[in-house]
Each structure stands twice: as C-alpha cells, then as structure tokens.
C-alpha cells in the first residue's frame, strides 16, 4: 500500500519528466525524417527519367551536361566539405548525387547512335573516348571509363590543390563558390538546348518539378540551418532557371510539341 501510494504521488513528477524526453525524441525523428529528404530528395526527379531512357533507348531532350556538371560541383563540394566540416547531411547528399548522375550517364551510354550504310547495313557510329584527346567531343563520350577517368583525375587534382593549401580559411572558401556557381548554372545548358531545338520532346516534366521543389526546399533549410551563404545563393540562382525552363515546357506544349 505505501508503494502505491509512492507510485501515485510521483505521476505527476514522471509524466512531467516524460513529456520533454518524448518531445526530444519527437524532434530527433522529425530532423532525421528531413535529413533523408535532402539527401535523396534531390536524386528522386531523375528515376522517371532513367527508366524512359531506358525504355525508349534515346536521351531525347535530356542533356547530357547536366550530369558534367552536377559530377564536377558535388566532387568540388566534397573537398570543400573535408575543408570546411558544415552539415555531413550535405556531404551525403553530394555522394548520392554523384552516384545518381553515373546512372544517368550509364543510360545515356547505352543508347549509342546507329547509322545505316548504302547497302541498308545498321553499324555503330564509331566510339568517341577521352583517349582520343579530341576536345570537340568532350562530354560525348561512348563510354563509361572516360566519365570515371575525369572524375578520378578531378579528384586527384582538388586532394593535391588541398594538401598544397592545407588549413587556408580562403582556399576552402574559393572551393565552395565554385562548386555551388558551378552547380547554379545546372540548368541552363538544359534550357540552352530547349531553346536551340524549340521542343522539349523526351523531358521529363518531373524532373523539373522536382528541382523545382528540391531548390525551394533546400534554400529555406540552407537559411533555416544557418549553412554557407554560398548555399543560399546557388538555391536562389537553381529556383530562377527551374522556373524558366518550366516556362518552356508550357510555352512549346501550347505550340504543339508533344511532351512526355
């Protein structure tokens, strides 16, 4: 009996102790919910994409470029990570991005050109590699070495321009405007080729959406976390060349290109 009534007169005083611990874990979960989201939300516009390269065995409307230079800004963003030591969740999200854009060029890969002979004879057209050394058809590689060789000897080249500068405040900073400048301007070479082609026939409208809201997103918790400036500013930079490309799509519909 005592017991109990220890237990009874203590309830008020244990749920009182219980209440923040639940918050607390509620809040862990909450974050760790959002971290997933950045990390794989960014990569989750490029499925349907994928899978229609695949399946139609042609890249359409989809540039290529994109994948150079969203590869080139996460390795850039890598170092400057290793330099800067901000937010890990940013860090796993330029390695997933980095795994992504390999299987988008894997696809891209696989739909190599055909052309027919004089006599009606199907043959490959000949395989351009980073081998050749010929700078006019850099990017339009035929196959897979040639993109992991650049991103090895992109690699080596930024852990050699870290050990040089090792522990510089101003070199570390220099590594986070270019790759977040060079991860900006991820649009525009897709907006460029719309534009030349005045279709954007093979696009997936998903995939913009999806930068759409990944960009938007992501600058609000850029601010919300107090990231680099850097950060903020590329955000900015994606959200205005999503909406413009957007606008291509809506613009070349209503002119009569088919979209996908």
Same mark, same amino acid.
Request: glycine share 8%; with cysteine.
């Given at each position: 009996? =005592?017991?109990?009534?220890?237990?009874?007169?203590?309830?008020?005083?244990?749920?009182?102790?219980?209440?923040? !611990?639940?918050?607390?874990?509620?809040?862990?979960?909450?974050?760790?919910?959002?971290?997933? @989201?950045?990390?794989?939300?960014?990569?989750?516009? %490029?499925?349907?994409?994928?899978?229609?390269?695949?399946? !139609?065995?042609?890249?359409?409307?989809?540039?290529?470029? @994109?994948?150079?230079?969203?590869? !080139?800004?996460?390795?850039?963003?890598?170092?400057? /990570?290793?330099?800067?030591?901000?937010?890990?969740? +940013?860090?796993?999200?330029?390695?997933?991005? @980095?795994? =992504?854009?390999?299987?988008?060029?894997?696809?891209?890969?696989?739909?190599?050109?055909? !052309?027919?002979?004089?006599?009606?004879?199907?043959?490959?057209?000949?395989?351009?590699?980073?081998?050749?050394?010929?700078?006019?058809?850099? /990017?339009? /590689?035929?196959?897979?070495?040639? %993109?992991?060789? %650049?991103?090895?000897?992109?690699?080596?080249?930024?852990?050699?321009?870290?050990?040089?500068?090792?522990?510089?405040?101003?070199?570390?900073?220099?590594?986070? %405007?270019?790759?977040?400048?060079?991860?900006?301007?991820?649009?525009?070479?897709?907006?460029?080729?719309?534009?030349?082609?005045?279709?954007?026939?093979?696009?997936?409208?998903?995939?913009?959406?999806? /930068?759409?809201?990944?960009?938007?997103?992501?600058?609000? +918790?850029?601010?919300?976390?107090?990231?680099? =400036?850097?950060? *903020?500013?590329?955000?900015?930079?994606?959200?205005?060349?999503?909406?413009? @490309?957007?606008?291509?799509?809506?613009?070349? *519909?209503?002119?009569?290109?088919?979209?996908?």
């Amino acid at each position: 009996r =005592a017991a109990f009534y220890k237990a009874t007169c203590n309830f008020p005083q244990d749920m009182e102790t219980a209440t923040p !611990t639940l918050v607390g874990q509620a809040a862990v979960f909450g974050k760790a919910i959002v971290d997933v @989201i950045l990390v794989l939300g960014p990569v989750i516009g %490029y499925i349907p994409q994928y899978f229609q390269i695949r399946r !139609t065995r042609s890249r359409g409307a989809f540039s290529p470029l @994109i994948c150079f230079i969203l590869i !080139t800004a996460n390795i850039v963003r890598v170092f400057y /990570w290793l330099g800067a030591q901000f937010d890990v969740v +940013l860090l796993y999200q330029s390695l997933v991005m @980095i795994f =992504a854009q390999f299987a988008m060029l894997f696809a891209c890969v696989s739909c190599r050109k055909l !052309t027919v002979t004089g006599g009606g004879v199907v043959e490959e057209s000949p395989k351009r590699s980073v081998l050749d050394m010929n700078w006019r058809d850099f /990017w339009a /590689w035929d196959d897979m070495m040639s %993109y992991v060789t %650049y991103a090895v000897a992109l690699s080596l080249v930024l852990a050699m321009l870290s050990m040089f500068f090792i522990g510089s405040y101003w070199f570390s900073e220099s590594l986070g %405007y270019v790759a977040l400048l060079v991860e900006a301007l991820l649009g525009v070479p897709q907006w460029l080729r719309n534009h030349r082609a005045r279709s954007t026939v093979g696009l997936r409208t998903e995939l913009i959406v999806n /930068w759409l809201v990944g960009d938007v997103g992501k600058t609000v +918790l850029f601010v919300a976390r107090g990231s680099p =400036a850097q950060f *903020v500013l590329c955000g900015l930079i994606q959200v205005g060349v999503d909406v413009a @490309i957007l606008q291509q799509i809506r613009s070349y *519909v209503r002119a009569g290109a088919f979209q996908y």
